[in-house]
């Protein structure tokens, strides 16, 4: 039997995901795509990570929906790759596969005391703000007067406004109810946010940073040595700072020259240079005590953090949101390359061990270059995997599967997987959420549960297990 | 007047492919693409034919008259962007 048409499985319903199925469908308009996602819903982290006080940016869900499921791309939702369907599985029934996996888990910092209850990683806080099913069920213990960010990124950011911003502005939003309740009841006063390097390698974008110092009732407090450069870090921002850096330096001068503000409910503080050494605590956290550096150039020229021979310093504290960084992990019968944890690969083609090409597998987004861009970088990133899928296709480089009719991984799934979510599942959720929160006036209400996102999609019965189109 | 883009841009280059003068930078293959955070438009090169805007998907980009007050800063910043850009120029050439 023959069949012209490339039948690809997108493992990943993310962003990076996203944006390789649209581009596949452009490329190669008769590719027939189901997108295979271990969560009930799609979009990864443009649901699950993008902060909700963001919602504009949320709006790309828009687009993708647009660009892939309205134009007949499947959605295989809450289906587990390597548990409920093998690799080779997968490799049996469709021409390609195309790992969309992320970085599912965070960098340790590798400090005494990292894992005491009250220390979390900033990833835990922000999917269980987001309504990730799986995170439903954490407590975060928001009642001492001051929280910890360790990290200069735009999670810490982004974890940092959370726990500061004004209830009623959260309300409007699309965060989860079970977080609006926990912060409603929030003691935190203080939230002070550590960087290991200088103002000027502060990872965070001008727009995070610019945010921070402009949150309504929020004072922000930079103290005015800390943002004076180090004579390396100056000559750096002068000959070769990106423009980011160097706003990010001017509004830090500008936030640290600012005279406190009498009538604000909060307070963050932004520390750099400090490091920290041990979260101590007689069970869960109550400090952390942290160590000051300096920034040396090392031998590639690369500007790092040294510590310095001073006295500690501790900071008092009950919770601590650990924010250095995502880190992938390995999948289950792939090649996973254990230096950077990525899959090996080359322009997105993944290699096995030995440097060979693995006909048919493919990589995209955080898990084929690392954690590293914003959204739209992952548009960049699917284009060049796909541009390396279709030329594969079109030099008859990948051979027909043994099993190539979506009747036969359908048939595999229903047996597998009875509650696998569709696309009308789907919209299902997608409608009740957004009919609830247009009734409080807000851009969705999430159901956060997995019990209730599987009953609202109807999954398992006896419309949606036969049927996956 | 000008177009502004403002922080929520998300460098997915849509705004670029449709602009018809050229006025959105940094582009695919300049130095500064991967570390920009963002898109700028040049206020000296913009006609504010609104293409930008229609293509933008997560509605980063305004016209500068109608720009929410919360966003106030991007006029300066994009201005400010090709202002270093061409002051780096100069001092290069």
Known sequence: MSRARPRVAIVGAGPAGAFAAACLLSAHGDAEIDLVERLPTPWGLLRGGVAPDHQEIKRLEDTFDRQTLRRGCRFLGNVEVGVDVSHSELARHYTAVVYATGAQTDKSLGIPGEDRPGSWAATEFVAWYNGHPDYRGLEFDLSAKRAVVIGNGNVAADVTRILTREVGELERTDIADHALQALRESRIEEVVVLGRRGPAQAAFTSAELRELGHLDGVDLGVDSDEVELDPLSRRWLAEQGTFTARTNVKLLREFAARPARADARRRIELRFLCSPVEIRGADSVEAITMRRNEIVRTDDGALRARPLDVDLETIECGLVLRSVGYRAVPLPDVPFDERYFVLPNQKGRVLTPDGESLPGVYAVGWIKRGPTGILGTNKRDAEETVRCLVEDVRAGALPQPPNPDREQIDALLARRKPDVITVEGWRAIDGHERERGHRERRPRIKLASRDELLAEAGAGSSESATSCT | ?93
């Not at chain 2, 229609?54 to 966003?71: G, N, R, S």
């Open chain 2, 1 to 93: 007047m000008t177009y502004v883009i403002t922080g929520s841009c998300i460098k997915d280059d849509s705004c670029i492919e449709v602009c018809p003068v050229d006025c959105i930078h940094p582009k695919r293959g300049a130095a500064d693409f991967e570390v920009a955070e963002q898109l700028y438009i040049d206020p000296q090169v913009c006609i504010d034919c609104d293409a930008c805007v229609e293509a933008c998907p997560v509605d980063a980009i305004f016209a500068e008259f109608e720009l929410p007050e919360k966003h106030g800063y991007a006029v300066e910043l994009n201005a400010q962007f090709f202002a270093e850009q061409s002051t780096a120029e100069r001092t290069a050439a």
